[in-house]
């Protein structure tokens, strides 16, 4: 199987090559038989680097450390879930999960639209071959899972114990399904440009692509601070770093995206700004494979420093020239078809959302690439951390988040003044409520209250609307509340959705405005001895050591203290933290040292215990209180579930017919449900 | 800061005769987004001045201190490698002696707080701080990885590396 799955990967790479040049040469002749025979190349190169995914996998599963790859990242005590894992754990494995993702999301798309899109199939198919053979070709020839040691190991050298979790298991194939999956709306926007056809049939499908990955975006990143926080020990989820910046900047554009789209489909304006948007998207999900690929950037991930990046930085620069070119031969295919109408309307609250959205984007970008751009500049190398993304982040996330609850309650077009007086008095009441209650509870810190201003407005947003759309039902079809409610999401999938992933952004930024209360205290325990601290909420919590135990397990060494917790007197039970040292079947030490964080989580606040050493019997410990830290893994999931519901295909009643033509017709004034 | 230019806008402007030409949106709107770009790069270019730092290498510091003795009091990162058996512990404290070098220079550093697990000797650090007068660099914070943290570092197995670990002698007894 093994030596199946590697010739699989060479023929793979033969049937990409063949299935973009067929595709292309097909389309710009016209002639069906080589587009048929292209389409057909790309699913077997689909096949084939299933063949060759199933051939790693099995070579990973029994230990063959013939493999250097299976050698250096797996090792024959692991549990087989991480061996499993270990698939996209290396760079090589990776960059094979890379084409495997990239393979079967091009046959399903190109296989989707077969019948229908006769003009626009046969260059998105060539793009997709064309971007496949390159990662396959990177993978054949600077990152073949597939090579060979000269001798056989006993034993590999495992994989690093802090990738050893379940959210590192889970985490890289969702933001490798996200950022994959950017390159499918990209493949279809170049195929709308040769073609010229830039309307609605390349905007369904790109809308649908571009959901797709902002989903597995959003899982992927919250599953990414989800492990920084429980396996780090920095008791933080969160800290700029550049790869969790690239993470998050196809998602920043990506969202802008499918506000934008908005537009386009009722008013045909922003055409050219969505095709730019498409574009940066996907390079920007090439450029975070870079980032985290060539050590061009400092960064605490430092994945091994390898040759991938110049084939990356040559594939990035092709793209974006061959992009420009199109766009610009293009320009006047993509004439706008209406105009801004009024500032107060939707359209410019949408514009406003892209406008920050870029905006916090590029702030991203800036300061992750600050440090090259400078040494390049001024011949030193200058860093900004998180004061600098956080100073200018905070008013740009809380702008977003003001408009989050605006653009809902404002008319298409333009808004008339008893449009706003009426959409807009509860949601302002309960923000304006909200942040007098909080500052009439003590809280003083500005940014917090206006984050939780905001947040009650636009919750206030999301309730009137629900409580609109309920009564509305209630009142037409005589339904019971929860059924109403039920229907009402069912039968409007695109609006209440997208206000259920409204919903997990608000819960989102609550959560990180309580950041802004956050305690930390360093402290040293013998067995037997007490500490008293407060949480930022005032309660009283008393640790009592248990001292400092030792075991050892499967593969590892393991250093723990127990603590007794109490709360005001409550005892909560036993918190631990470990300190692990794993090893191999020689019972060599391997890796450093990680820490098993104790966490005790409530909704208020977290718990959080790290041990960070021991001295002559005492611990040295880490405690941090953490508040509303739940909530962050709370809004990602919410988000994800509104994202489920905004892609779940409508079967029950066919929409209508979206494009701006059907709806400029009569003039709606007020969001549809009201009328 | 807080409140945005936008915001205000959408909420303040109520004109609209209806015949108010379309140009006067875009052109209004084109106001308030310079207004919110201008905002941003404002806070981006007073934050980088402010909290930007230079990220040296003990060679760059050496070269910049011999240029400019008043370079002693800007704070910097700098990047290098912990010279493998100078990590102490001072005793009674939680602090952390131990010499890094490029290669070239080699600078003595303490450093006061807990320490990553990746903090070992050879491990590649980033410490942040200020050179005192006496020559040694006062760390405030102290980042640091291993030579490759996603594919395991060759080396020999059980050799001296992980003996001075914090933590490691209570558990590990091979």
């Known amino acids: ?675 | 800061m807080g409140r945005s230019p936008a915001t205000v806008i959408l909420l303040v402007d109520n004109d609209f005769s209806p015949a108010a030409p379309m140009a006067k949106a875009r052109t209004k709107f084109l106001v308030g987004g310079a207004l919110v770009l201008g905002t941003a790069g404002y806070l981006m270019a007073t934050s980088i001045k402010d909290t930007g730092m230079y990220y040296l290498t003990p060679t760059e510091l050496a070269n910049k201190l011999s240029a400019d003795p008043t370079f002693r009091n800007t704070g910097v990162k700098m990047g290098a490698r912990v010279v493998a058996g100078s990590i102490q512990r001072v005793p009674g404290g939680k602090e952390y002696a131990f010499t890094v070098t490029d290669g070239a220079r080699v600078y003595p550093v303490i450093y006061r707080g807990i320490a990553p697990d990746t903090f070992t000797d050879g491990a590649d650090v980033v410490v942040e701080g200020r050179m005192g007068p006496d020559g040694t660099f006062h760390a405030t914070t102290l980042l640091a990885k291993c030579a490759s943290r996603y594919e395991n570092a060759p080396g020999q197995p059980g050799s001296q590396k992980y003996k001075q670990t914090p933590g490691y002698k209570a558990g590990a007894r091979a």
Not at chain 1, 158 to 180: F, R
Not at chain 1, 589 to 597: I, N
Request: aromatic share 12%.
């Open chain 1, 1 to 675: 199987m093994i030596l199946v799955g590697e010739l699989a990967l060479w023929v793979a790479l033969l049937m990409a090559a063949w299935s973009a040049v067929a595709s292309f040469s097909g389309g710009a002749l016209g002639r069906d038989d080589l587009v048929t025979s292209g389409r057909r190349g790309l699913y077997a190169t689909w096949a084939m680097v299933t063949l060759a995914s199933i051939g790693l996998w099995t070579a990973l599963l029994t230990h063959d450390f013939s493999l250097k790859y299976v050698a250096s990242n797996t090792a024959a005590n692991m549990p087989k879930v991480y061996v499993f894992a270990a698939f996209w754990g290396g760079q090589a494995g990776s960059m094979l999960f890379w084409s495997l993702i990239l393979a079967s999301y091009s046959a399903i798309a190109i296989w989707s639209v077969r019948e229908k899109s006769r003009d626009l199939a046969p260059w998105a198919a060539g793009t997709l071959a064309a971007i496949l053979l390159f990662f396959i070709a990177t993978t054949c020839f600077k990152a073949n899972p597939y090579d060979r040691l000269s001798f056989i190991p006993v034993d590999g050298r495992g994989m690093n114990p802090q990738l050893q979790n379940p959210g590192m298991a889970i985490h890289p194939p969702n933001l490798y399904l996200g950022y994959v999956a950017t390159a499918i709306p990209f493949a279809f926007a170049i195929a709308a440009l040769v073609t010229r056809k830039l309307d609605a049939e390349w905007l369904s499908i790109v809308r649908r692509w571009s959901l797709v990955s902002w989903f597995f975006l959003t899982i992927g990143i919250t599953l990414g601070m989800w492990w920084a926080y429980v396996e780090l020990g920095w008791s933080g989820y969160w800290a700029w770093d550049p790869v969790e910046n690239a993470s998050l900047l196809p998602w920043l554009t990506g969202t802008a995206f499918l506000h934008s789209i908005m537009i386009q489909e009722k008013r045909g304006m922003l055409r050219k700004w969505n095709v730019v948007l498409v574009v940066t998207t996907f390079l920007l999900a090439i450029f975070g494979t870079f980032l985290t690929r060539s050590g061009i950037i400092e960064s605490v991930h430092s994945f091994a420093q390898s040759p991938v990046g110049v084939w990356f930085g040559a594939f990035f620069f092709t793209i974006l020239a061959a992009t420009i070119y199109f766009v610009a031969t293009r320009l006047r295919d993509l004439e706008a078809k209406a105009e801004l109408e009024s500032m107060v309307s939707r359209e410019a609250a949408f514009l406003y959302n892209n406008l920050v959205l870029v905006g916090i984007a590029f702030s991203v970008l800036w300061g992750t690439l600050f440090p090259v751009l400078s040494e390049w500049v001024r011949g030193s190398k200058i860093t900004v951390g998180p004061p600098f993304f956080n100073t200018v982040n905070v008013p740009l996330g809380l702008l977003l988040l003001a408009l989050t609850g605006i653009g809902p309650l404002i008319a298409w077009r333009k808004a008339s003044t008893a449009n706003l007086k009426r959409q807009f008095v509860v949601p302002v009441i309960v923000g304006l409520g909200t942040g007098a209650l909080l500052l009439a509870m003590g809280m003083r810190n500005f940014h917090a209250l206006v984050a939780y201003t905001l947040a009650g407005f636009v919750s206030g947003t999301i309730g009137q609307e629900f409580y609109k759309g309920i009564g509305a039902r209630r009142v037409i079809h005589g339904e019971g509340v929860l059924p109403a409610a039920f229907r009402l999401v069912a039968r409007n999938r695109r609006r209440y959705g997208g206000y259920i992933v409204h919903a997990g952004i608000v819960i989102l930024f609550s959560a990180f405005a309580g950041l802004a209360f956050k305690k930390d205290y360093d402290l040293q325990l013998k067995a037997g001895e007490t500490k008293e601290l407060v949480d930022p909420l005032g309660h009283h919590w008393k640790f009592i050591s248990q001292g400092v135990s030792t075991s050892e397990t499967l593969n590892r060494f393991v250093t723990a203290v127990g603590l007794e917790v109490t709360r005001d007197g409550v005892p909560q039970g036993i918190v631990t933290s470990e300190k692990r040292q794993h090893f191999d079947s020689n019972k060599q030490p391997q890796f450093e040292p990680s820490t098993e964080v104790g966490i005790r989580t409530s909704a208020a606040l977290d718990l959080y215990v790290v041990l960070a050493g021991v001295r002559n019997e005492t611990a040295e410990l880490r405690i941090s209180f953490n508040p509303l830290v739940v909530w962050v893994w709370i809004g990602g999931l919410v988000m994800a579930i509104g994202g489920l519901i905004v892609m779940w295909p409508q079967t029950e009643r066919r929409r209508a017919p979206s494009g701006y033509v059907a709806t400029l017709a009569p003039a709606t004034r007020e969001p549809a449900v009201v009328r």
